[in-house]
């Protein structure tokens, strides 16, 4: 995911103190020392634009990203406010180039060139200033978006369920995931990538942190994330039942998440019954994670959903417009 390439987001200071270092460079090389101000001063407003675009063509375009990333994103932060933070950045790139020349008249023309250039450029510093909390905003998202798992198009099970009833301890022993396994809920508290290779085939299973059966207005942003990968990149879902009870919660009510999941969303539900070791569930097949028995038959009843990997998408940046 191309979230993992977005570079480090300068605060307001940052991105003066390179323009003007920049600038100052430019400087020593020009001859002609009457035109230095004026100089100086549009070569600070053309380095805050070209820095600021730099920063929004970083960020990947929201509306393009596969839907996964884009709900995630969306529960993580809000792509309203994100919008929000990438238009101000805009905003202060688009004023400084559009102000930088009025900035640079107004030196040429004033008495007193070198008072006339520290305005212009306490201007452009200023306006620079106004968005520092966008910047830093920003900065927060992008530390976090690229450490998303990497998702890839090719045959993918989610493992869904209440939480504390085993998806963690499955995922550990098909794949090269290796979350924490806990006698805690909500112990996976984001979705987490295994892959695994049988022969020629390769695909990847997702763990999701439990989600409880309530109204989706009503779920927090953890069980949203979750919620989010098993509408968005299941092939088909294992949902994993605890009918022990040993989780916390009655089977009653993971048999409604249950029915809910398994009527609302598109793809095979395969239910399988854990801890069997403890109890078992008529009508379901059963596994132990904990002992690491019937797992072997889940994984088989899994592949008969097995298909090819799809195309790789591109990925699409921001374009900048004025
Ligand atoms: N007796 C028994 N305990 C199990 C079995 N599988 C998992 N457990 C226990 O159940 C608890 C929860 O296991 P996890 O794998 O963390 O469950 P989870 O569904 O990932 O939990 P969350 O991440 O909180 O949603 C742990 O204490 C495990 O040791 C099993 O087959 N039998
Ligand atoms: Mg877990």
């Not at 499955?170 to 979705?191: C, H, M, N, Q, W």
């Not at 009653?252 to 539900?269: F, H, N, R, S």
């Given at each position: ?23 100052a460079?430019?400087m020593?090389l ?15 407003s ?5 820095r ?16 996964f ?17 990438l238009?101000?950045?805009g905003w202060?790139?688009r004023?400084?180039?559009l ?5 640079i008249?107004?030196?040429r ?6 008072a006339?250039?520290?305005k ?13 909390s ?5 900065n927060?998202?992008?530390n976090v978006?690229?450490k998303?798992?990497h998702?890839?198009d090719?045959?993918?099970v ?5 939480p ?9 022993l ?16 984001g ?23 309530r109204?989706p ?9 979750a919620?989010?990968a098993?509408?968005n990149i299941a092939d088909?879902i ?8 040993h989780c ?5 009510d ?5 029915e ?6 598109d793809?095979?539900?395969v239910?399988?019954a854990?801890?069997?070791?403890i ?8 596994m132990?994670?904990g002992?690491n028995?019937?797992?072997d038959?889940?994984?088989?009843t ?5 298909r090819?990997?799809?195309?790789v ?10």
């Amino acid at each position: 995911m191309e979230f993992e390439k977005i570079p480090t987001v300068p605060t307001a200071d940052e991105v003066l103190d390179r323009c003007f270092r920049r600038a100052a460079a430019k400087m020593k090389l020009k001859a002609n020392k009457d035109r230095a101000n004026q100089d100086f001063v549009r070569a600070v407003s053309h380095s805050i634009h070209d820095r600021l675009v730099h920063v929004i063509q970083t960020f990947p375009e929201f509306e393009t990203l596969p839907p996964f990333y884009r709900e995630t994103v969306d529960i993580l932060y809000g792509i309203p406010r994100l919008k929000k933070a990438l238009g101000a950045v805009g905003w202060a790139a688009r004023w400084s180039r559009l102000h930088g020349p009025d900035l640079i008249y107004e030196t040429r023309k004033g008495g007193d060139p070198l008072a006339a250039r520290k305005k212009a450029v306490a201007r452009l510093a200023s306006v620079v200033h106004q968005i520092d909390s966008e910047l830093r905003f920003l900065n927060e998202v992008r530390n976090v978006v690229r450490k998303l798992p990497h998702v890839e198009d090719i045959f993918t099970v989610v493992i869904a369920g209440y939480p504390n009833v085993g998806k963690s301890s499955f995922i550990r022993l098909v794949s090269t995931a290796d979350p924490e396994v806990a006698s805690y809920p909500f112990t996976t508290k984001g979705v987490i990538v295994g892959h695994r290779v049988d022969g020629r085939k390769r695909m990847q299973f997702i763990d999701t942190p439990g989600v409880l059966d309530r109204l989706p207005e009503e779920r927090n942003p953890i069980e949203r994330q979750a919620m989010a990968a098993i509408t968005n990149i299941a092939d088909v879902i294992l949902f994993i039942l605890d009918p022990s009870e040993h989780c916390g919660f009655p089977l009653e009510d993971q048999m409604k998440l249950y029915e809910e999941i398994a009527g609302t969303i598109d793809v095979p539900v395969v239910a399988v019954a854990n801890k069997s070791d403890i109890k078992s569930l008529e009508g379901y097949p059963s596994m132990s994670t904990g002992q690491n028995s019937g797992v072997d038959e889940v994984l088989l009843t899994l592949m008969e959903y097995w298909r090819e990997p799809g195309p790789v998408e591109e990925p699409v940046t921001y374009p900048v417009t004025y």
